[in-house]
């Protein structure tokens, strides 16, 4: 059998000391993969002068499966996001980011399990039409959604459902307002829905679908909605169970697929061995459910959650003292 070569991209601040805490965790797990390193954000800036080499590029294509750090894109000088270029480049419409509660975080909700599945290259952060004018005074942007674009993302959230034995899919909208996009968003999402009369479907405003996340997040098991509110929502839900730490997130296209640690590269305290790993080992555990290596991923998730329901050298953010290679050891001991 071929061993499945993947593309690793350690990324900035915090994320080389991250993502090598991960590729121990997988190979002690014996997943057998072959790592094929590149570059991209600043670090790449800085050797090839460009945010994301051609060679990262070709690595990405040629691999098709990649684990990436965080990356920083600078602020406001003419940079497009490094995230918004993979996505656009490699089609990867569907961006989904589970969310879990893990027994002994800081969290405040005990019983969240949620994933959110957001539409990840159309609506406002599809960069069409951005405009300032010359005085300053006035700015546009245009939000697009297509039939396609929609009935994709719409189907994906129910057979990723189905697939996990989920009961339920709520389509998040603006409709009353953005009558044409969210409103045509809405319209496919009713259309989808009848294809899967097993799961209960329901629909909530995105205002409403805030606080009901505040007030009763039980009731969601899985959200699907467009690329801006998806955005916002995700991060909402990665509060519940403990901060960004604790969230990793999956871009998946029709043939090509890359697994994040969503949070920041942290750069105030890269290199300090401080940075809690858990949302890059859980986009690891995302990749090999992708790849079909439930087993694996079973294993590591389980040497997670017992070190973090006991306390077991965890880090900072998740009330202990340790730091990213103390955790890792605790996670490689129990596998």
Known sequence: ME??????????????????????????????????????????????????????MELITKNKITLKGPLTTPVGEGFTSINVTLRKQFNLYANLRPVISFVGTKARYENINIITVRENTQGMYSGVGQIVS????????????????????????????????????????????????SGLFLKIAREVAQ????????????????????????????????????????????????????????????????????????PDIAGKNLANPTSVILAAIQMLEYLDMGDKAENIRNAIIDVIKSGDRTTRDLGGSHGTTDFTDAVLERL
Do not use: W
């Not at 700015?139 to 057979?159: C, D, N, W």
């Open 3 to 56: 061993k499945q070569t993947i593309t690793v991209i350690p990324g900035d601040g915090i994320g080389p000391s991250i993502i090598d805490a991960t590729i121990k965790i997988l190979d002690k797990a014996g997943c057998g993969f072959e790592y094929e390193y590149a570059d991209a954000g600043l670090t790449a800036l800085e050797k090839h002068g460009e945010l994301v080499p051609e060679e990262t």
């Open 134 to 181: 010359e005085d300053g005074t006035q700015a546009e942007a245009v939000s697009i959604i297509t039939r396609e674009g929609a009935e994709r993302i719409l189907t994906f959230a129910y057979e990723t459902a189905r697939k996990e034995g989920r009961k339920k899919v709520t389509a998040v909208h603006k409709a009353n307002i953005l009558k044409s996009t």
């Open 195 to 266: 294809r899967y009369p097993e799961i209960e479907s329901t629909e909530m405003i995105v205002d409403n679908c805030c606080m009901q996340l505040v007030m009763n997040p039980e009731q969601f098991d899985v959200i699907v909605t467009t690329n801006l509110f998806g955005d916002i929502l995700s991060d909402l839900c990665a509060g519940l169970v403990g901060g960004l730490g604790m969230a990793p997130g999956a871009n998946i296209g029709e043939d090509c697929a890359i697994f994040e640690a969503v949070h920041g590269s942290a």
